[in-house]
């Protein structure tokens, strides 16, 4: 089952294998980036900088880094990306002052906006399409190890360097250009066996390129829907998490607790999606687990505690398979040559629904607390999934 989730062939482990190392990369810069921040004299309340810096690369420019790619290919940029995150992440490592920090970590962003978008593109051309769920689940059951990899190793460096007296931030950053480093040996190697892509039904170089184009394609909104709205509800649990546990008197203990169960569940069903999709269909896959998710989300702002950890379990299923399935969705509905682009929609849409969401749960908090916040989340879910229901294609 393992095998299957992860793709099959030789090729396709080598791309995951290069994907886990940059996204564990990302993993380890992101926490060290604040703590790095704090040593250069940043007050605590101006960390929301670090967060804007990192986004608004992949705001302003991921539908231009998506046409690039379906116009140059997809491995150039994967490079360039592993040479930028490298390169970033060293001179965050000995950054001194706040601009240049800033700077460090929009270029930070961009690379991570780069390989993703390639990464994704590679898989939608170079898969047939009854693979797409299979190998879109697999990237991101990579992307999920890698953001569990990269905080335990830098945690480990950084900790052991402090206690040895040395620059524990630095030397965790210094990790993180290490690893990306490492992957650009394995996409050398991916792109001399390249083995090209692959032509779908879909393919027609006449069709329009426009964002609305895309956006009117079958099925698409609703799916980029689902997906800005499940990411943007899992950063509010994320958030809103440890609020709640202060709001009934949760230790810290707990609330992480709490939040590794969702993460492993997330995990685990990455790997069923295949089996899911064929028991039920896409569509129906959807929107029932959109529904459950709506429910598991919205039991956590009301059940004890012991249920607590059987919603969020349930929770982290539903939602992270939806990650995977819109990936697949909107590339098998983008045609070869607006591909890239497509999925780079997907991403500006996601980070602008991270910042939209969250800024609005904060206004909900301050009248309902953080019980109402998961709520309102629970309710935005099930909102999407009436949407795709409604407009969703059927097949």
């Known amino acids: 089952m393992i095998r299957r ?10 791309l995951l294998a290069g994907a886990t190392l940059l996204q564990s990369a990302s993993a380890v810069a992101r926490p060290m980036i604040s703590y790095r921040a704090l040593e250069i004299g940043m007050p605590p309340e101006t960390l929301g900088l670090v967060a804007t810096a990192f986004a608004i690369g992949p705001v302003i420019l991921a539908l231009w880094v998506g046409r690039r790619i379906d116009r140059h290919g997809p491995f150039a940029f994967l490079s360039a990306a592993a040479g930028l995150q490298a390169a970033s992440a060293v001179a965050l490592a000995f950054v001194t002052d706040t601009i240049t920090l800033l700077l460090g970590v929009a270029l930070l962003g961009l690379s991570q906006l780069v390989f993703v978008v390639a990464n994704q593109a590679l898989v939608g051309s170079r898969s047939r399409l009854e693979s797409y769920d299979e190998r879109f689940s697999g990237l991101s059951f990579v992307a999920s190890l890698g953001q569990l990899i990269g905080p335990a190793s ?17 030397l ?30 879909n393919d027609d170089p006449d069709r329009p390129s426009s964002v609305w184009s895309i956006l009117r394609m079958p099925g698409m909104a609703p799916a980029m829907l689902a997906s800005l709205t499940v990411l943007s509800v899992i950063d509010v649990m994320v958030v809103y998490l440890p609020a709640l546990g202060e709001e009934r008197g949760l230790s810290v203990a707990v609330v992480g607790a709490l939040l590794s169960v969702r993460g492993a569940a997330s995990m685990v069903s990455r790997l069923a999606i295949a089996g899911l999709i064929r028991r039920f269909g896409r569509p129906r896959l959807m929107v029932g687990g959109l529904v459950v998710a709506a429910a598991a989300v919205v039991s956590l702002a009301v059940v ?36 890239g682009m497509a999925l780079s929609l997907r991403i500006t ?35 999407s999934a009436a949407v795709v229901a409604i407009r969703r294609p059927e097949a």
């Open 5 to 14: 989730a992860l793709g099959g062939d030789r090729w396709f482990t080598g």
């Open 154 to 170: 830098a945690g480990v460096i950084a900790g052991t360097a402090l206690s040895a007296g040395g620059n524990g931030t630095g």
């Open 172 to 201: 965790a950053l210094l990790f993180g250009a290490t690893l990306s480093m490492l992957a650009l040996p394995v996409i050398v190697v991916l792109w001399q066996r390249d083995p090209g892509p692959v032509v779908v039904a």
């Open 304 to 339: 004890p505690l012991p249920l607590m950890f059987v919603a969020m379990a349930v929770a982290g299923a539903t939602l992270g398979i939806m990650q995977p399935m819109t990936m697949s969705w909107v590339a098998a509905r983008a045609s070869a040559d607006v591909r």
């Open 349 to 383: 849409g996601n980070r602008a629904g991270q910042v939209v969401i969250p800024l609005a749960a904060g206004s909900v908090a301050a009248v309902t607390g953080a019980a109402g916040v998961l709520a309102a989340a629970g309710v935005a879910v099930a909102l």
